[in-house]
């Protein structure tokens, strides 16, 4: 069931758009079902389906096609690391490989006390900055050395004591 405040953002964003095509909404609506809950559940991908008139499997290809998009719960500080060929060329796999080690987790995973999911990711636009990440969905972080990788993962874990 989705809730009064959820509808109204809702129809605040299909108002952007014409009648017959309210389902251009689905990537503000799905925006809107992870602020709620932290990631899109298959429920969450159901109900925007339901809403907007679509099938389930349109939303879930959505979902799955953009990073941006948490399909698990993820940690408070999720790091998306470019992997893409140019910024493998200038050290982005090593980046990821760092951040590995430094917390103590794979691709794909969180760490034990739920702050940091790493994730790699598909061109982020800033090739000349590599290597780049992400953090979630939002900082664009360029030239991440393993010292600003370590002063940032370090400030994040104080500033979380």
Sequence with gaps: MISEQTRALFDREVAKYPAAQKQSAVMACLAI???????????????????????????????????????????????????????????????????????????????????????????LGACADSPVMLVNDIHMCSFMTNDKLDQLVDGLKSAEA
Excluded at 106 to 115: H, I, K, V, W
């Design 33 to 123: 079902m992870q602020q709620e809950s932290g990631f899109v559940s298959a429920e969450s991908e159901k109900l925007v389906a339901g809403y907007l008139g679509m099938a389930p499997i349109a939303v879930h290809e959505v979902t799955t096609f953009y990073n941006m998009y948490n399909q698990q719960p993820v940690g408070k500080y999720k790091f998306n690391v470019c992997t893409n060929l140019p910024c493998q060329l200038r050290d982005g796999a090593q980046a990821l490989h760092h951040l590995e080690k430094k917390l103590g987790i794979g691709m794909g995973e969180t760490t034990a006390d739920g702050l940091f999911t790493l994730q790699q990711s598909e061109c």
